[in-house]
């Protein structure tokens, strides 16, 4: 759907419609192909201009027609034709102009943007390339190494710096469309021979063999085993060596690769997941559709140790006016330079002042007295938060929304502490809060679809990634992550070292194995829960009873290396060594090789060797077999809600979909006879024991995973 008009006597105005972006259906493509030939062959007509209707020039492709036959004109030559024309094309850019959105605008002859627009080809974020010329006409007008870093990231660019790369011709902050109808008159007539993009010669940069190979060493390192932006680097090296029909080929066949991977299947699973986790429903029928949220214009923070700080910030930055108590006077002080500090740089990042002057500190709790809604970050003890939620209960104006920032602990029994435990929801932020994307919202046996409606809304403002999950000890991702760490440290005992299980877990694609992450964010917070919950037994003790807690299998590895002070980074020791306490670089300890040894004699364990295949199916099978549980208790309410949790809270990688969509890449029969057969190797691990839901699944011919609901309603229904 695309509209022509003629305006200032001789511009032929093309709008496309297509809302909300005008992406590039079929349709779409359809109406550019007649509008552009109407135009160009219209006496009448000297120049054209091309837009999108309601502020946005296009979005790109239209990706709903992925995985279907495409039918309807090929973007490729239609962007030709554009270029081909022998009348000027400018092409308005409002709003934004992102994959084929810009590759289009690349096939214009001259191009104008609101200063407001943002621009970039986003294509690698699904799996594949920009691939209607995109990789070889960027390059061949803004250079090889700008189109590297645009085209390898997928990043958005400002309208300010597209100008200065040289992809745009002009920035207005006038009416753009007004703009770029003067600008095609003033250049109506003249040769467009130095305009075609595609006629360029690549601008060939110096050393350019050292550059390509830089370029893919730095790709693979950052890549972790994602396929496109390879992809993307071979495409762009062929601009540069290429004549540009060649160049195109090479594009074509590249991309024929990456759109029939799983990788591209993967992440383009988790751009709908992201958008379908927004679709919230709770088993007490309360729906994102038809429960309102209450306005928050006033929020409250109580705490401000690390994550009371970002929280503090995420919310200021988001415009609200917070009150900000912390009752330790020296925690205070350092909060205060800190959430400044933290406000400063995010403000300098965005190009925006400053919003300190939200943020009023206090001591008292009765400060939060006329908020809308507070979020407790206090220590993770429930006698202390119990407290604070009965202080609350009282101070706090009728109607406030009462949030624990909690990971773990029972949102019902905080809720059972306060006057209206409908008030009470979880929001379980992920360090530091104000930079992580995710935003676990906990709805307790009593919360209000309106506080859950609330919650959700504000994580939306806050830039979070929001997901509306049940409660249950550790909710969904610290739940699921706990048969995942353990299964890890089984591995140790039976002859794994640490470097062994990190590296077959990083060249999955996690940024970090289970033993550097637990180095990064301290032993002794595991150890400190562990002993909550009555596990920990001090001493050396041998024998098999050292290794069983309430009748199943346990690892004290991790209480013993904390009992020597080895927290990890912070002491400079833990699972490895570091240069000094906060150092960075892990490096192997003889110390712990040693101690492993040591623990193993004690125990009557016989080291054995342990193949990458078993550590991985091991650890993710675990994780993901909890996922079924979360899913068959209906805490989590669709595969998608656990996915979308794992890829932005816990760095699994996105080109693998997320736990659930990798169980059912792999096979879900697979998944289940690997767990049977680790089960019965080791019967004293219940989390190794496959879940109904699964077995249930593989039983009705492991249907694809949008079908999973259908088989965990029926269950829920027999239930």
């Not at 008009?5 to 109406?31: D, E, F, K, Y």
């Not at 830039?463 to 699921?480: D, L």
Request: proline content about 5%.
């Amino acid at each position: 759907m695309a509209q022509l008009s003629v305006v200032s006597g001789s511009v032929g105005l093309i709008t496309l419609q297509n809302p909300p972006v005008n992406a590039l259906s079929a349709a779409v493509r359809q109406g550019i192909v007649d509008t552009v030939e109407t135009a160009l062959s219209d006496p009448k007509v000297k120049c054209a201009v091309i837009c999108g209707q309601n502020g946005v020039f296009c979005g790109g492709a239209d990706i709903k027609e992925f995985g279907t036959k495409i039918t309807g004109p090929h973007l490729i030559p239609m962007i030709h034709a554009i270029e081909a024309g022998n009348k000027p094309v400018v092409a308005a850019i409002e709003g934004s102009a992102l994959g084929g959105g810009l590759e289009v605008a690349l096939g214009c002859h001259y191009r104008v943007a609101h200063s407001k627009a943002r621009l970039g080809l986003p294509e690698v974020t699904l799996g594949l390339l920009p691939a209607a010329a995109g990789t070889q006409r960027l390059p061949r007008l803004i250079g090889v190494p700008a189109a590297l870093n645009l085209i390898t990231t997928g990043r958005h660019v400002t309208a300010a710096e597209a100008l200065q790369l040289g992809i745009v011709d002009q920035v207005t902050d006038h009416d753009t469309v007004d703009v770029a109808v003067k600008f095609a008159l003033s250049v109506a007539g003249q040769s467009l021979d130095a305009r075609r993009i595609s006629t360029f010669p690549c601008p060939r940069p110096a050393e350019m063999d050292a550059l390509f190979e830089d370029a893919m060493q730095k790709v693979r390192k950052s890549a972790r085993g994602a396929i496109a932006p390879v992809a993307c680097v071979q495409a762009v090296r062929a601009a540069a060596t290429l004549p540009y029909a060649e160049g195109l080929e090479r594009e074509r066949e590249l991309m024929a690769t990456l759109f029939t991977s799983g990788q591209a299947r993967a992440l383009q699973y988790c751009f709908f997941a992201q958008r379908a986790v927004g679709r919230w429903s709770t088993p007490s029928g309360a729906r994102w559709d038809t429960s309102k949220p209450v306005p928050v214009r006033k929020a409250a923070v109580i705490g401000l140790g690390t994550m009371g700080r970002g929280i503090a910030v995420a919310l200021a930055q988001t415009g609200l006016s917070v009150v900000a108590v912390e009752t330790e006077e020296k925690q205070m002080m350092e909060a205060k330079q800190a959430v400044s500090g933290m406000l400063e740089r995010g403000a300098k990042r965005r190009g925006v002042a400053p919003v300190s002057e939200r943020i009023i500190y206090s001591g008292n709790i009765r400060a939060v007295a006329d908020v809308d809604l507070v979020i407790e970050a206090v220590f993770e003890d429930m006698a202390l938060k119990e407290k604070l939620f009965q202080q609350l209960s009282a101070v706090c104006k009728p109607g406030a929304l009462l949030c624990t920032n909690t990971s773990a602990l029972d949102v019902d029994h905080l809720a059972s502490q306060t006057r209206n435990p409908e008030l009470v929801v979880g929001m379980h932020f992920f360090a530091p809060a104000h930079v992580m994307k995710l935003l676990e919202v906990v709805y307790g046996r009593h919360s209000s679809p309106q506080a859950v409606a609330t919650a959700m809304q504000l994580g939306k403002k806050m830039g979070k990634v929001s997901v509306a999950v049940g409660n249950c000890r550790g909710f969904v991702g610290n739940r699921m992550l706990k048969p995942y760490i353990e299964q890890a440290f089984y591995l140790l005992e039976e002859g794994a070292t640490p470097e062994l299980v990190d590296q077959v877990l990083e060249e999955f694609g996690f940024s970090m194995g289970v033993f550097r992450m637990s180095d990064l964010s301290g032993l002794d917070v595991g150890w400190r829960v562990r002993k909550g919950d009555g596990l920990v037994e001090t001493g050396l003790a041998s024998g098999p009873s050292a290794r069983v807690r309430q009748g199943r299998r346990y690892s004290p590895l991790g209480d013993l290396l904390c009992e020597q002070g080895r927290f990890g980074q912070k002491t400079g020791r833990g699972w490895y060594q570091y240069e000094k306490p906060g150092g960075r670089v892990a490096r192997s300890d003889p110390w712990l090789r040693s101690f492993l040894e040591g623990y193993r004699t004690r125990h009557g364990l016989v080291a054995r060797r342990i193949d990458h295949e078993e550590v991985l199916e091991r650890c993710l099978y675990a994780l993901i077999n909890e996922g079924f549980h979360i899913l068959e208790e209906g805490i989590a309410a669709a595969p998608e809600d656990i996915d979308i949790i794992y890829v932005f809270g816990y760095g699994w990688p996105r080109h693998r979909g997320g736990p659930m969509f990798y169980a059912s890449m792999v096979g879900l029969a697979r998944v289940l006879e690997r767990l049977e057969h680790y089960h019965q190797a080791h019967p004293d691990v219940p989390h190794l024991q496959p879940c109904s839901l699964l077995r249930r699944l593989v039983a009705s011919g492991s249907p694809p995973i949008h079908k999973w609901r259908e088989v965990i309603k029926k269950l829920h229904s027999q239930l």
